[in-house]
Nanobody, 124 residues
Framework: VQLQAFGGGLVQAGGFLRLSCAASGRPFSSYAMGWFRQAPGKEREFVAAISWSGGITYYADSAKGRFTISRDNAKNTVSLQMNSLKPEDTAVYYC??????????????????WGQGTQVTVSS
């Protein structure tokens, strides 16, 4: 599946952004989807994931209570609503699909496809 992420930008601390990822190619609805991020000088890290059906979601501790992942299998999109943004949320955000089908989450070492990344910058 090919993925294209968009929606990043510059926002002040406490603000919000909504990232979206459009998928094409393999049946999108068969794959768990996730968002990861990579800050300068740091390793890529897990942010959130959603099961293939959309019924189960997972969040990193840093995202719990502030971020919400969702998907629309009819439109082949997955989104990440980010509220109460903090300067430490500054990173390039990547969407990703799972390698296998009908999974519940997306593991960093079992990625099927990556999107190209979108920059999120939170100013203090």
């Amino acid at each position: 599946v090919q993925l294209q992420a968009f929606g990043g930008g510059l926002v002040q601390a406490g603000g919000f952004l909504r990232l979206s990822c459009a998928a094409s190619g393999r049946p999108f609805s068969s794959y768990a989807m996730g968002w990861f991020r990579q800050a300068p000088g740091k390793e890529r890290e897990f942010v959130a994931a959603i099961s293939w059906s959309g019924g189960i979601t997972y969040y990193a501790d840093s995202a719990k209570g502030r971020f919400t992942i969702s998907r629309d299998n009819a439109k082949n999109t997955v989104s990440l609503q980010m509220n109460s943004l903090k300067p430490e949320d500054t990173a390039v955000y990547y969407c990703a699909s799972s390698r296998g089908t009908y999974g519940l989450t997306v593991d960093l070492d079992k990625i099927g496809s990556w999107g190209q990344g979108t920059q999120v910058t939170v100013s203090s």
